[in-house]
């Protein structure tokens, strides 16, 4: 059986999040617990996304939500990277915006921009207060992302209307399916084609 790792970002995800609803829906999904949601540090979250995913049966999969795609992206150069055979990464933040967005201290450092080493979908928005469309771009490139963008739908959060996300459920298996197959061709990142791509699953 896969392990689907739910990874949170700021405050982690709080009840009616879609990332909860997937820890419920999902047997295989396992939460990347933080012992301090509000004043992240790079360092201690990171050793929980690696311990998890030594702890967790192959194949594993990452979900992430904004500042937890950053987290993911981290990584990138990093041994434990192996065992991630794909990741979705919804509404990655800026962490410039964040800073400024929050009170509190983001010890993050400099936005990971190397390649990752497993294949990535990138789900976004054309209002993301966290995240400019042509910072999603340059995200994308640099990861080595495919990308959706839904449109004008926020933070993909519960402020923006996300609760039980069925659609993220069938985002995740199109990407595992196309992880099986390295060499496929990408999504393109338009509206209009991600209104195909949800007709098509």
Known sequence: MCTTLIVPGLNGSAEGHWQRHWLRDRPDARLVDQDNWNCPVLTDWQA?????????????????????CVLTASLAGHPAARKVNAALLVAPADLEKVEKLHPCVVSFGQTPLDSLPFPSLMIGSLNDPYMEVADLQRHAEA??????????????????????????????????????????????DSPANAASLRLDL
């Open 143 to 188: 990861w080595g992302s495919d990308l959706v963008n839904l449109g004008a739908v926020g933070h993909i959060n519960i402020a923006s209307g996300f609760g039980r996300w069925v659609e993220g459920y069938a985002f995740l298996e199109r990407l595992k399916q196309a992880s099986k197959f390295p060499d496929r061709p990408h999504w393109q």
């Open 48 to 68: 929980r996304l690696v311990a998890a995913l030594e702890a967790a049966d192959e194949p594993v999969f990452v979900v992430a939500h904004s500042l937890g």
